[in-house]
């Protein structure tokens, strides 16, 4: 049996603000008011407590355990002793919000560095395809006929001069 949702919004979930003015900042849900509302407090990330709504709230696959409607003393202690924040920086969701803000911050000349760092990347990998490809031919394991490891240049005849009409 395989649960759908793993992710319930309760007390103790910390969250993501996807919306507003706290954009980007994490904060633990306290209680829940009803079916839209929650109250949140994040007192290591710098969000008082307050209500937000549901759906500016991206829950995360933390939770810390803590008395229902604890005070933000509590929810502090218990944030750093369960390293709340060391965790979320080596999660792969916050590594990509990181890569995404150093994307946005970068400059033209940055786009053209990456650019022509992918360029040489390519064609490193393109000629390393290449000559393990032939190998593979030579060896008869890729494609349909053998490659001759010296491969017989064609002679080419040369043809004889057009004679020029006589005037």
Do not use: C
Request: net charge positive.
């Amino acid at each position: 049996d395989v649960m759908p949702f793993a992710r319930y919004v309760q007390p103790g979930r910390v969250a993501l603000v996807a919306d507003g003015p706290l954009k980007g900042k994490l904060v633990s849900i306290v209680d829940v008011i009803d079916q839209t509302r929650a109250l949140v407090d994040g007192p290591v990330t710098g969000v008082s407590r307050q209500q937000i709504r549901l759906n500016q709230l991206h829950l995360t696959k933390f939770r810390m355990k803590y008395p229902y409607t604890a005070p933000s003393r509590i929810v502090r202690k218990s944030w750093t002793e369960d390293k709340i924040v060391e965790k979320w920086t080596e999660s792969q969701w916050a590594k990509k919000l990181a890569n995404k803000e150093k994307r946005a911050q970068m400059t033209d000349y940055d786009r053209f560095k990456l650019s022509s760092a992918r360029v040489k990347r390519n064609r490193a990998r393109t000629a390393a395809f290449k000559s393990l490809k032939v190998k593979a031919a030579r060896g008869g394991v890729f494609g349909k006929k053998k490659i001759p490891k010296t491969a017989e240049k064609k002679t080419r005849t040369k043809k004889a001069p057009a004679a020029k009409p006589a005037k």
